[in-house]
């Protein structure tokens, strides 16, 4: 069936650094691609999609690629800062969204 | 702002006291969704609704009940409450054939003690 793997962390990092968390997908077809944020006792947001092959999603700095050769949906910030802190969860979405494990980011200053 | 609410954000019941959480939308979209989220997993879907058509996951225990009377509103029931059920319960909304993601509530944390 389809599903979502991402590294699971957590990922530590200090302010100003590169961020890239992985993200693949296993579909039968050509879903579409997000990445969901969590702040600490909050719900998820969606932080960016991407509706077809070679897309790129971008928002608040996040960008990630629709790379069908690959099956990656991998999210990238050039430079994080301690707000962004939170859990990242990469899903994918005919009509039901499917999630992946969800990776926890901790920036420190 | 369009908006997906849950009430209240933390809910304390006894184990094995009924409980209902409430979700209300003003974003008009067909669709509504319950999730279960333990110790920032991922969310678990529980049931959904297309318009009033309900659709429950073949794992959701029977203990979870849902209810939506409008477009607007949907309601979790918790029959009996175990210590199990203590966690995150997320709303979300969509519009059906939009794309578009789910637009999330703010979650309801559930405590039974």
């Known amino acids: 069936g389809d599903s979502v793997t991402q590294m699971e962390g957590p990922v530590t990092l200090s302010e100003e650094a590169f961020l890239t968390i992985n993200c693949t997908y296993t579909?039968?077809?050509?879903?579409?691609l997000f990445w969901y944020v969590q702040y600490p006792g909050e719900g998820l947001q969606l932080l960016l999609k991407?509706?077809?092959?070679?897309d790129k999603g971008s928002n608040k700095g996040f960008e990630a690629t629709y790379r069908k050769e690959t099956t990656s949906f991998h999210l990238e910030k050039g430079s994080v800062q301690v707000s962004d802190s939170a859990v990242y969860f990469c899903?994918?979405?005919?009509?039901?969204?499917?999630f992946g494990p969800g990776t926890s980011l901790s920036v420190i200053p | 702002d369009a908006m997906v609410i849950q009430n209240p954000r933390y809910q304390v019941t006894q184990f094995g006291k009924p409980v209902t959480l409430s979700c209300s939308q003003t974003?008009?979209?067909?669709?509504m969704y319950w999730y279960q989220q333990k110790s920032s997993q991922a969310p678990k879907l529980l049931f959904h609704?297309?318009?009033?058509?309900?659709?429950n996951e073949a794992d959701t225990p029977d203990n979870f009940q849902s209810r939506r009377p409008n477009t607007s509103f949907c309601f979790l029931d918790i029959r009996s409450p175990g210590l199990g059920d203590a966690a995150m319960y997320l709303c979300?909304?969509?519009?059906?054939?939009?794309?578009?993601?789910?637009?999330f509530g703010s979650g309801t944390r559930l405590t039974v003690v």
């Open positions: 979300a909304t969509s519009a059906q054939g939009s794309g578009d993601g789910y637009t």
């Open positions: 579909a039968t077809g050509y879903p579409s």
């Open positions: 991407a509706t077809k092959a070679d």
């Open positions: 899903a994918l979405s005919y009509d039901k969204v499917i």
């Open positions: 974003l008009n979209h067909n669709v």
């Open positions: 609704y297309y318009d009033k058509d309900f659709n």
